[in-house]
């Protein structure tokens, strides 16, 4: 989690001045048979869209992905080895400005390879970069592309906050991917503008409706015991692939929400 709090600051600025971009193949060539998968999110919506078998190298963490055993590993997303990635000998690299460092990028640029960079920091832009990676496919409109269109709420009926790291506590503002994500799903983020670091008196002082935390095993976190004392049964937690990836699997977790809002109405 703080290798993602980290990155997400440190490629935040970096994109501020990059465009994204994806070099399209020749005409008359055939579409790219390896790719090199450069995060968990990039591997689950290559699955989500039938693209498993191209799949040569990913980085991970990918315990929770089903892949072929065939399927190399490259390290972690925040820090993929590059001689691993050059063993790989992929045809295609596919990445994003959301953890893997700009260096790696740059690197990957430098010795030539084909690559997919993109900056996936709004629900509308993850669904433009399913739609970009199937077009190079000739994949038809994949059905979960139709989902980011139809899932959102009409209004926002509760307020809240949504921490991405509780060692030191930071939370996503208004301006971010996540918090379209909580938006769509019915709850209002108090929060406005990037990502934050908050003390626990201040998000007291904020008091939201609710505490949404995306992270695996909270509880034995100091910091979430502190919130627990004060916030009870205003904490939910979920799964960090299903709101922190941008990934077709944020999905998943705005339905999650989308059902505890509607419980507690």
Not at 225 to 239: A, H, N, Q, S, T
């Amino acid at each position: 989690m703080i290798f993602l709090i980290t990155l997400i600051f440190a490629t935040n600025t970096f994109c501020q001045t990059q465009s994204s971009q994806a070099q399209a193949q020749p005409q008359g060539q055939t579409h790219p048979s390896r790719i090199a998968a450069l995060s968990p999110a990039i591997v689950t919506t290559l699955v989500d869209i039938g693209l498993e078998e191209k799949i040569a190298c990913a980085a991970g963490p990918l315990e929770d992905i089903k892949l072929s055993n065939s399927v190399q590993s490259l390290g972690m997303y925040h820090k993929p080895n590059i001689e691993l990635i050059i063993k790989c000998k992929p045809d295609l690299v596919i990445s994003t400005f959301a953890g893997t460092p700009p260096a790696i990028h740059k690197k990957l640029k430098d010795l030539g390879y084909n690559m997919m960079l993109e900056k996936p920091d709004t629900l509308a832009s993850i669904k433009t970069f399913i739609l970009k990676m199937s077009k190079m496919f000739n994949i038809k409109e994949p059905s979960i592309t139709k989902e980011f269109d139809n899932i959102c709420t009409d209004k926002t009926s509760k307020t809240a906050l949504m921490i991405v790291g509780l060692n030191p506590i930071f939370a996503a503002g208004s301006n971010s991917f996540v918090s379209d994500a909580i938006r769509c799903a019915g709850y209002k983020n108090l929060l406005s503008g990037g990502y934050k670091r908050l003390s626990i008196e201040k998000i007291i002082s904020l008091n939201p409706d609710f505490l949404i935390i995306g992270m695996n095993k909270p509880e034995s976190v100091r910091e979430y015991k502190m919130l627990k004392d004060v916030f009870k049964d205003r904490i939910l937690v979920l799964d960090p692939s299903y709101i922190l990836e941008p990934s077709s699997r944020i999905l998943k977790g705005i339905k999650e929400l989308k059902e505890i809002n509607h419980k507690k109405e």
